[in-house]
T-cell receptor, first 113, second 114 residues
């Protein structure tokens, strides 16, 4: 069974600080996706990384896919209160079906003004 | 364009009852997947439907069933509800099979079983 472990589970920081969230697995994934979810709402896709070693930037967010395609990280520069939410990583599982996402448990981020 | 829509938004049911949740995908999307998200956990895959056929099933009991209609909307049915079925049920749509296309999630249906 493929598993994705995210760390830290909770993160509370002040506005303006930098942070990194990690997503690790013992399995290789063909792609990894990062989502942000706010309370009572569905996850919103932020980025998809496909190539080992790939780095993608989305304004103050930087996403990296590990060379071996087993891990990924999300770095936020100068965090703002609007960044508050649950950050989920998800990998595509092709085993036994036509593709479904396996999610980590998420990192709950709180950015205080 | 409208995103994925789900109804109802919230639902309260009693143990043993049955429930039907509904999902309308993004216009032009032909695949719908269902996920269950228990409080404090990431979403867990239940079903994927593409062109009205089941294309994947997660590790859920037979009390869970689903179908997809000719207009690509979908229903998720859960029979004989248990307290542990309380969760946010998410629907995601994609252009084609989820293996090949990104999935976009709806706001979810919050089910509470008492």
């Amino acid at each position: 069974t493929q598993l994705l472990e995210q760390s830290p589970q909770f993160l509370s920081i002040q506005e303006g600080e930098n942070l990194t969230v990690y997503c690790n697995s013992s399995s290789v994934f063909s792609s990894l996706q990062w989502y942000r979810q706010e309370p009572g709402e569905g996850p919103v896709l932020l980025v998809t990384v496909v190539t080992g070693g790939e780095v993608k930037k989305l304004k103050r967010l930087t996403f990296q896919f590990g060379d071996a395609r087993k891990d990924s990280s999300l770095h936020i520069t100068a965090a703002q209160p609007g960044d508050t939410g649950l950050y989920l990583c998800a990998g595509m599982d092709y085993g036994g079906s036509q593709g479904n996402l396996i999610f980590g448990k998420g990192t709950k981020l709180s950015v205080k003004p | 364009d409208a995103g994925v829509t789900q109804s109802p938004t919230h639902l309260i049911k009693t143990r043993g009852q049955q429930v039907t949740l509904r999902c309308s995908p993004i216009s032009g999307h032909k695949s719908v997947s269902w996920y269950q998200q228990v409080l404090g956990q990431g979403p867990q895959f239940i079903f994927q439907y593409y062109e009205k056929e089941e294309r994947g099933r997660g590790n859920f009991p037979d009390r869970f069933s689903a179908r997809q209609f000719p207009n690509y909307s979908s229903e998720l049915n859960v029979n004989a509800l248990l307290l542990g079925d309380s969760a946010l049920y998410l629907c995601a749509s994609s252009l084609g099979l989820a293996a090949n296309y990104e999935q976009y999630f709806g706001p979810g249906t919050r089910l509470t079983v008492t």
